[in-house]
């Protein structure tokens, strides 16, 4: 049966405006210049050995420091990271300042996260304008507990507690 392929567009935005999302930042050094970007892709991958997957757009302005470099940071955003996740989410030069350091395998790493991870690329699967990449974790750090950043319907938001126990 044959369909419009662009149909299901609006309902396919709808429901993942839908999908609260924590928000995070990857970060990573491509010859000596430092990239980044706000993701809400990302995802565990696996404990043992411990991976996370991210998605991205080749299109991107950090797709080239993505695709060549061997190492990659996530940083997990929380409440108080709001303004850090707007500064990497526009255009602009987003390591303008001292909210972060080279940290290890020289990755850019942000100052104030809820925590961050450095891991080594070792998938980068192309379809069409945009990418999967995993990555294996070689080095990181977790930072103060919070409640994590989540992005919602177009906007920031947070969890609520339900009434519910266990």
């Known amino acids: ?6 149909i299901f567009e609006g309902t396919f935005k709808e429901m993942f405006r839908r999908h609260a999302a924590g928000v995070a930042i990857i970060t990573a050094n491509y010859n000596g210049v430092p990239f980044g970007f706000t993701a809400t892709s990302v995802a565990s991958l696996s404990a043992k050995p411990p991976r996370f997957t991210f998605n991205m757009a080749r299109t991107s302005s950090s797709w080239p420091a993505v695709a060549n470099t061997s190492y ?9 990271n709001q303004e850090l996740a707007d500064r990497f989410a526009r255009a602009g030069n987003r390591f303008d300042g001292d909210h972060w350091e080279l ?7 942000l100052k104030g996260v809820t925590g961050w991870l450095i891991g080594q690329v070792q998938m980068r699967l192309s379809f069409e304008n945009n990418a999967v990449v995993v990555v294996e974790v070689v080095e990181g750090q977790v930072g103060e507990d919070g409640a994590p950043l989540l992005y919602h319907s177009g906007a920031y938001s947070q969890p609520v507690p339900l009434d519910y126990e266990i």
């Open 72 to 80: 990659i940071g996530v940083h997990m955003l929380g409440l108080e």
């Open 103 to 109: 940290g290890p395998h020289e990755v850019p790493v």
């Open 1 to 6: 049966m044959a369909t419009d392929d662009g």
